[in-house]
């Protein structure tokens, strides 16, 4: 039996290892479940969802070379997303459609920063840190200005 791309089919989890776990399909032949295609949250250890011996679902992705690409969470048929209410609908009559106001063309608009701008900033905050800190440990240490005894 061929392995045909998009095809949903039944398999047997025939080794776990850290990037993934392979999967034997009807017919013989073996695919990989890719760590990131074994569910649709975080997966740290593949061990943690499947272990050998699993029989699962999967969806074939791609056959490339012999290498067979196989997802766990795309075989799960899942709700299709809907659109939200707004979407497609006409604005009532008398109300204005806010969806794409650009909010920036009205008020204290700032011209954008060149980055000599931001360097001359940011090197005149840095230099009155340095002298802060500098002035905080010389008296600390009893430099210029300190006590003597």
């Not at 569910?39 to 012999?66: C, F, P, R, W």
């Amino acid at each position: 039996m061929s392995v045909e791309v998009g095809s949903k089919v039944q398999g047997k989890v025939t080794g776990i290892t850290n990037f993934g776990a392979f999967v034997e399909l009807p017919g013989g032949s073996t695919g990989l479940v890719h760590i990131s295609e074994v569910a649709d949250s975080y997966v740290k250890d593949v061990n943690d969802h499947l272990t050998v011996g699993d029989q699962i679902e999967v969806k074939i992705l791609s056959e490339q070379d012999g290498k067979i690409a196989l997802s766990i969470k795309k075989a799960i048929d899942q709700p299709e997303k809907r659109e939200s209410s707004y979407a497609g609908r006409a604005p009532r009559q008398g109300k204005t459609d806010n969806r794409n106001k650009d909010f920036r063309s009205k008020g204290n608009f700032k011209p954008k920063e060149t980055f000599e701008d931001k360097m001359a900033k940011f090197l005149k905050s840095s230099e009155e840190n340095l002298s802060s800190l500098k002035r905080n440990t010389e008296t600390k240490r009893g430099g210029r200005g300190g006590r003597r005894g």
